[in-house]
């Protein structure tokens, strides 16, 4: 048996992802669909550079919302999506990671299924809208990453999502 | 009061046949040179619903340790519920020697139905020799005596393996002290919580940890014959199954899938991981053979199958898929043929575990906005006994013994977190479990002697 991880790392992925999981933190209790609602950086958010990380999250909007136990994309979530995709288009030198969560009423080994299920599905309607899949990873993080901690079911829907994150461009 | 005279003859010597199975063992030497049990008159009769704590007297032990030693022994027995320590305040003559025959009738006094007395005294060449006597005191006979050596930094293992010995010759059930927990040590924010693989006695002694924090770890689960765990890691990465060596701390990923592997749990040879597998958001349940490393897919379904467990004897295997609407409990083949509904209470039933007995399949269910712990018969019909209910209950995993469950029960809002409870098969006797910080994700060892 060998000592230590076989998984790929890769330090630009780690960098942004984090960034982007720790501004998440700050969210309050009300549904944030771009990065102004994450307290990113919100003084520029009429200034953000087109094409830049923080046009996409903010003008365009990183993430989806599931109802309970559902991984289908809501008409809402579509129209974001469809947004992301030409987004991503026009700038294609961005590789994605979308991430799937739950909420945390559920069981913990279900929701890891679950959170991978909802990534896929907005893996596969980005994929659908012309952005290769070659360009996207997906993780699930279940329910051990939510955006929104009160008792009710406003940060359960908050914390039901599927977050697009840009990762250094490459080239 | 479940006093009984039992006319069966215990073969007492088999329960102290020591097996030394893993390496750590090999660090304890236990003898045996006295055993004068014969008939068994005090038993706990655990097979009702509603057991009566046998009343029982647990003498302070003598030499140095013997006082620690036998508080180990009367906190175990007290804990299991089965059994009510008579405070020590009450006893009427002092045991300074154990190997004299006890004046019966002083313990009859206090309403002692059994009677421990013991001593611990440190060996020349610096072991730990524990000798015990087990006496039914309206019998008016010694059930049990035993001498046990261990290296001195063993003494609660002494304690737990003596508390064994008193637990089986009164219930006729093999006990569950002599074991530990391996769980999820939670800190932090709950926005970003660190956590980290933590192991423990299963009274909550001799914490410590085995990860550091730096990597996001769940459901460890123990192996049945080695000191290994296996559990799932996101590592830097893909979030993959585990495989960990207890004692060096050596780790490596289980397998090569082509996908998040996660719910991981070994078979009852331990010569196998179960687990599941996700691709493109369908998660199946795959098992690898740890010896030849090959992987075989299980189940073949586009919905969500996770939660593996074997049957005791590995033929079967239990575990949850959402494949008709909801998440429910199914039972296969262990080659994945003939899968069976067993759940049809309502609501959605998952984490399902086999008993180490066999008959019973534990579980999380979660009903009217409520999460329950409960245990089924594997026909499943009708035959459910909820043992814990509320908020979020979550997670069961088996004594070795089958006869107590413990889970973790989260508290709800941003400061809310996960504890570890224990609850007797029968709902009875539910107890906080202590930890320093929240904990989730428990599981239960195999008897470690």
């Known amino acids: 048996m060998s000592t230590g991880h076989s998984i790929l790392k890769s330090p630009a992925i780690v960098a942004v992802v984090l960034g982007l999981a720790l501004a998440g933190c700050a969210s309050k209790p009300k549904i944030p669909t771009n990065a102004g609602g994450l307290g990113l950086n919100s003084s520029n958010i009429n200034g953000a550079v087109a094409g830049s990380q923080q046009d996409f999250t903010v003008n365009v909007g990183d993430r989806v919302f599931f109802t309970t136990d559902s991984t289908s994309l809501t008409d809402v979530a579509q129209q974001t999506l469809a947004g992301q995709a030409s987004w991503l288009l026009r700038y294609p030198n961005y590789p994605i990671t979308v991430e799937g969560h739950a909420d945390e009423r559920g069981t913990r080994e279900y929701n890891l299924a679950l959170g991978a299920r909802r990534a896929a599905a907005t893996r596969d309607y980005l994929v659908s809208r012309g952005v290769p899949r070659s360009r996207i990873r997906t993780i699930s993080f279940g329910k051990e990453r939510p955006v929104a901690v009160c008792n009710d079911i406003s940060c359960w829907s908050q914390n039901r999502r599927a977050v697009t994150l840009l990762t250094a461009p490459t080239g | ?449």
Do not use: C
């Not at chain 2, 009450?90 to 004299?100: E, L, T, W």
């Not at chain 2, 979550?394 to 996960?418: D, Y």
């Open chain 2, 1 to 449: 009061m479940s006093i009984k005279v039992n006319s069966q003859n215990l073969n007492s010597h088999m329960f102290l046949m020591i097996k030394l199975t893993t390496a750590l063992m090999l660090a304890i030497s236990m003898l045996m040179a006295t055993y004068l049990s014969s008939h068994a008159k005090v038993v706990v009769d655990i097979t009702k619903g509603n057991v009566e704590p046998l009343p029982i007297a647990v003498s302070s032990f003598s030499g140095e340790l013997g006082p620690e030693i036998s508080s180990i022994i009367e906190a175990n027995l007290r804990g299991s519920g089965l059994f009510r320590p008579i405070d020590q305040a009450a006893f009427i003559q002092k045991i300074d020697d154990h190997n004299v025959i006890p004046r019966f009738e002083d313990w009859r006094v206090i309403s002692a139905q059994a009677l421990v007395s013991g001593t611990v005294v440190t060996e020349a060449d610096g072991r730990l020799k524990a000798e015990f006597r087990l006496w039914d005191v309206f019998g008016s006979e010694q059930l049990l005596s035993a001498q046990y050596f261990t290296g001195s930094n063993n003494k609660r293992r002494l304690a737990h393996i003596i508390s064994d010995a008193i637990y089986k010759e009164l219930t006729g059930e093999g006990g569950y002290f002599d074991s530990r927990i391996v769980f999820i040590d939670e800190s932090g924010s709950k926005l970003r919580r660190v956590k980290r693989l933590a192991i423990m006695d299963q009274d909550g002694a001799n914490l410590r940890y085995l990860s550091n924090g730096d990597d996001l770890v769940l459901t460890p689960r123990f192996s049945p014959t080695r000191q290994e765990i296996t559990y799932m890691s996101f590592g830097t990465g893909e979030p993959k199954v585990y495989l960990r060596q207890i004692e060096t701390g050596q780790f490596d990923v289980v397998g090569k899938f082509p996908g998040m592997t996660f719910s991981p749990r070994f078979s009852p040879d331990g010569q196998k991981i179960i687990m599941s597998l996700n691709q493109d958001g369908r998660s199946n349940i795959y098992s690898l053979d740890l010896r030849s490393r090959t992987t075989t897919r299980l189940t073949n379904s586009s919905a969500i199958d996770t939660s593996p467990s074997y049957s005791p004897d590995g033929s079967r295997i239990v575990f949850e898929s959402d494949r008709g609407g909801r998440q429910q409990l199914y039972v296969m083949n262990a080659d994945g043929t003939n899968a069976q509904r067993i759940s049809f209470g309502q609501g959605s039933y998952s984490t399902p575990v086999w008993s180490p007995r066999g008959d019973l399949i534990a579980f999380t269910k979660q009903t009217g906005g409520q999460f329950q712990i409960g245990v089924m018969k594997i026909d499943g019909k009708k035959k459910e006994r909820i043992l814990a209910d509320g908020f979020h209950n979550e997670g069961p995993t088996w004594s070795p013994n089958g006869r107590v469950i413990m889970f973790f029960r989260e508290t709800p809002g941003a400061k809310g977190g996960p504890k570890l409870y224990s609850v007797d098969l029968t709902g009875r006797n539910e107890r906080l479990i202590k930890t320093p910080n929240f904990a989730s994700d428990p599981a239960w060892s195999p008897l470690l002697n």
